[in-house]
Each structure stands twice: as C-alpha cells, then as structure tokens.
C-alpha cells in the first residue's frame, strides 16, 4: 500500500485523535494500523463473536449533533449477518420514542458496541444504519422463531471499519442460562451425593432397628 493511498483509518482514529496522541506521545503505537487500515468485512472470527451475543449497544446522532445510545437486544445471534459487508436485526416494540430511527432519517453514522462479559471481549463496529420498513422477506431472515417479541421493523447496518478493544477493567458476569451450563456437572455431583447420603442412611437405620 502507498503512503498516499487512503485508508479507513480516519473513521477509527480522526484527526482530533491523532493530535491527542501526539501531544500525548502515544502517535507512534498507531502507525501500522493507520497504514493498513482496519478491517471492513465480516470475518469467520467476527461472525462467530456475533452469532453468540444477545445484547448490543446501538449509537446514533442527530442531525444538531446530539448522541444517543440504545441497548438492542434479543436471543442470541438476534444479529444476523446478511453478507460480508451488512448486519441485520430486527428492531422490536418499545418505549414508542424513536429517538435511533429518528436519528439515522437525518444522520446515517452509527457504531455498534458489542461486549461479552462472560469471555471479556468486546468489539467496536463503525458504520451506516439505515430503517427498513415493511419488508415481511426481510424480517423473517431476521426473527427467531419462538422469540416472545414484536418486530415493528429493521434495522440494516453497513460496516465501515471494526476494531477488538482491550479486555481492561471488563467485569465478568454471566446469564442465567451461561451459569446452568457452568454449573450442571456440579448439580449432578451434589444430586448424586444425596441419594449415596440417603442410601447411607437407610442402611444405617436398618442396621439399628435390627
């Protein structure tokens, strides 16, 4: 790649940014990077990431500038990845004040902040959204069946650039469901220390009421 061949590199890292790091003497660490550019296509690692998360933090803003950030949730892998390029999800009923769908009408940046607390590891996604309307083929490539949830419509994000963060002061925690599977071989160990307990017991009883 030539020096003067343009990157995605300003999307992650603009020019504010790169002032910030040379006054601070960290300029350096981002050379390479900025040279190569970052990644803007759906890898197997990427997809893997994504088809286990069932929460995501949607940002937005407005056309006077003012930010938003939405939780978007759903069953794992409500995310789905359409092509190499474009993440899909359906947007659900909610609190009805369309703060992110009115956003993007005046403004199609976004950025997806994908965080896994079990395994520490998040990824941060800048890109375009846009709202699709009534478009029944559309959703049913991105509803769960089985998901107790309304659609009202969906939400297409087309990525410019990716980027893994640092696992630093990420706190684990863990669903319900992560703890079942963590916990089942322990369950059944106690399960079947009662029952040789109460066995135990039983014969202990008998022996005495001989």
Request: charged content about 25%; overall charge neutral; hydrophobic content about 40%.
């Amino acid at each position: 790649m030539t020096d003067n061949m343009p990157t995605n590199s300003s999307i992650v890292l603009t020019a504010a940014a790169r002032r910030a790091q040379a006054e601070r003497g960290t300029a350096r660490i981002y050379e390479k990077k900025i040279a190569a550019g970052y990644p803007d296509r759906v890898t197997p690692d990427l997809a893997g990431f994504i088809a286990e998360l069932d929460t995501a933090f949607l940002a937005t803003v407005s056309a006077e500038g003012a930010p938003y950030i939405q939780h978007r949730g759903g069953p794992k892998g409500f995310i789905k990845v359409l092509d190499d390029r474009t993440l899909g999800f359906a947007d659900f009923a909610g609190n009805k004040q369309y703060i992110t769908i009115s956003n993007l009408a005046g403004n199609d940046r976004a950025y997806l902040f994908l965080l896994d607390f079990a395994n520490r590891q998040r990824i941060k996604i800048w890109g375009r959204a846009r709202v699709v309307e009534n478009d029944p083929a559309l959703m049913e490539r991105l509803i769960d069946p089985g998901y107790r949830a309304r659609p009202e419509r969906a939400i297409l994000f087309t990525i410019e650039a990716w980027d893994i963060n640092c696992s630093q002061h990420i706190t684990e925690r863990y669903t319900q469901g992560e703890i079942a599977v963590a916990t089942a071989g322990l369950r059944e160990r106690i399960a079947a220390l009662e029952a040789e307990n109460a066995r135990l017991r039983g014969s202990h009883e008998a022996g005495r009421a001989q």
